[in-house]
């Protein structure tokens, strides 16, 4: 996968001007590069949208307005959960205890990973569609207005443990942490994405958010 050297400068709250920074990202990947054993699964199914509810093969509900709303006129969707694996957790477990900013580092670079593996999915799905239809971006739980808590029923109906060892704690937080799951909506004809991903959510206070 894409290693986006930029993205993980800005994931850990700097730029490509910052020396240092760019060293220890630099660093931090060369540390967790081979720990890396990415996985996905994914599934199309069938939605309904109404206002405010999104309904998933006429079987599990997901309460958003703004997810109902990013995903209006499509009637299936893919549901996707993508992991680096548990060998990154392992590292960031050591550098926490040995090294502060290393661990924040490797923190970053990560982020900007598991993002450049989650397009790449995404992009391989987009081609593998029938012509005529596209893909809306990613619309993960914990973003905008849809409460983290359905994340449970989104990896319960992708069976994500069995598939790509990623569970949840009690408080619906993913493991491994470098972790994605999303709701993908299909388009009939083209779907004009939004480069910018966080002009679609409402949380302006996120400390990652990108400007235009």
């Known amino acids: 996968m894409k290693y986006n050297r930029e993205e993980a ?4 709250g ?3 001007d910052d020396v240092r920074a ?3 990202v630099d660093l931090a990947y ?3 590069r081979n720990e890396v054993k990415a996985k996905s699964t994914y599934m199309r199914v069938a939605c309904e949208i109404n ?3 999104v309904l998933i093969d006429g079987r599990e509900k997901f309460n958003s ?3 109902a709303t990013h995903l209006k006129g499509c009637k299936e969707v893919f549901l996707f959960a993508a992991t680096l694996g548990a060998g990154v957790d392992k590292v960031l477990r050591q550098l926490t205890v040995t090294d502060l900013a290393e661990a924040a580092a490797v923190q970053a670079v990560s982020a900007a ?5 989650c397009d790449e999915i995404c992009c391989e799905l987009e081609r593998s569609l029938p012509e005529g239809e596209s893909l809306t971006n990613r619309f993960s739980p914990g973003y905008s207005d849809w409460d983290l808590l359905e994340q449970k029923t989104l990896t319960n109906l992708l069976d994500t ?8 704690t009690d408080s619906c937080m993913m493991a491994p942490i470098k972790s994605v799951t999303a709701v993908i909506g299909i388009r009939q004809g083209k779907t004009e994405k939004n480069i910018n991903k966080c002009d679609e959510c409402t949380n302006g206070n996120c400390e990652y958010r990108k400007t235009n």
């Not at 400068?9 to 850990?12: A, G, I, K, T």
């Not at 990973?113 to 593996?117: A, F, P, V």
């Open 14 to 16: 700097t730029t490509k």
């Open 22 to 24: 760019g060293s220890l």
């Open 113 to 117: 990973l598991i993002e450049s593996y």
């Open 161 to 168: 443990s069995k598939k790509i060892g990623l569970t949840l």
């Open 65 to 67: 307005k703004d997810l």
């Open 9 to 12: 400068l800005r994931y850990f």
């Open 51 to 53: 206002d405010s509810t």
């Open 30 to 32: 060369l540390k967790v």
